[in-house]
């Protein structure tokens, strides 16, 4: 698809960078080629890229009589598009690339999708919003509690304990943050001391697959730096509303209603430092 929308078109011309050599959108020092995948993605709430075979799954609101969010699907490499209807209010997505599972909450609870692509219920009776997964499954109900699910078994997550959350992810060391209102914080896992970020404010916290934290906010990407225990700036894309990579680490991002994959074109200049 080649049709760009002004507003895409504004913030391609605000990332291009003035080294008139390279060309394209930058990210983490490299140049992509934009590829639109998808439009009309209405309000997306929560997406996941299963890497296992390409497919992003995500969850939106159907401009509908009454209101209504869906689980949605999209194979990048044939372009296939659906809808995978049976979960109520599907709003939580999640991927365990393991054991090859997609997990998906709703108002009804949790279901995990079969072979089939058809969804299966947990014995999890809570109104999910979002999910996160890293060895085990996290999710943050209605309520803004967030809770494990490991082995069948439920437990509050410790060290969120009294704190409401929107949404949470842990990085590859084992530090988890967490968005309240925009805002974002960060606590060790096992520890009760919560650090925040107020500098920017954040629309989507997510991980690519080494589980680096990916922090994006109204001012552009940054990445969790572990060392410095800052924000670094790695792209000036902005109020994006969901992020994703897939095996190679190219992006996979919705701004405005619109999915785009970034493609790392190899003939492209690369910057030098
Ligand atoms: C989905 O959630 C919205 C907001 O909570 C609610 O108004 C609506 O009735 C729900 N839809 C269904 C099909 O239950
Ligand atoms: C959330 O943040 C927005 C502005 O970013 C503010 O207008 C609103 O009052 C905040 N809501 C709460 C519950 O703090």
Do not use: W
């Not at 365990?96 to 299966?120: I, M, S, T």
């Not at 060790?188 to 906010?217: Q, S």
């Amino acid at each position: 698809m080649k049709l760009l929308y002004p507003l895409l078109l504004s913030t391609i011309i605000t990332i291009t960078t003035a080294d008139r050599r390279c060309r394209g959108v930058n990210f983490n020092g490299k140049y992509y080629d934009i590829d639109m995948i998808k439009e009309g993605i209405n309000k997306i709430h929560q997406m996941a890229l299963n890497r296992n075979d390409n497919t992003v799954y995500f969850t939106y609101d159907q401009l509908s009589e009454i209101p209504m969010r869906s689980l949605g699907y999209v194979k990048l490499d044939t372009r296939e598009a659906g809808l995978i209807g049976g979960i109520r209010n599907a709003s939580g997505v999640a991927i365990d690339h393991v054991r090859n599972k997609v997990y998906v909450g709703g108002q009804d609870g949790l279901f995990v999708l079969n072979k089939d692509g058809a969804p299966e219920k947990y014995p999890v009776y809570d109104s999910i919003e979002k999910l996160f997964f890293k060895d085990v499954l996290f999710f943050v109900n209605s309520k803004g509690e967030a809770h494990v699910f490991d082995n069948g078994i439920l437990n509050p997550v410790i060290e969120l304990h009294n704190e409401k959350v929107d949404d949470l992810i842990i990085d590859d060391d084992d530090n988890l943050f967490f968005l309240q209102n925009g805002t974002l914080f960060r606590v060790k896992i096992g520890t009760r001391a919560i650090n925040i970020h107020e500098r920017y404010k954040v629309n989507v916290i997510t991980v690519d697959p080494y589980y680096r934290a990916f922090i994006v906010t109204t001012e552009g990407v940054f990445v969790y730096n572990k060392y410095k225990f800052a924000l670094d700036k790695v792209s000036n894309i902005r109020d994006l509303r969901a992020l994703s990579f897939n095996k190679n680490l190219e992006p996979v991002y919705v701004v405005v209603d619109v999915m785009i994959k970034l493609s790392l074109n190899p003939l492209k200049c690369v910057e030098f430092y």
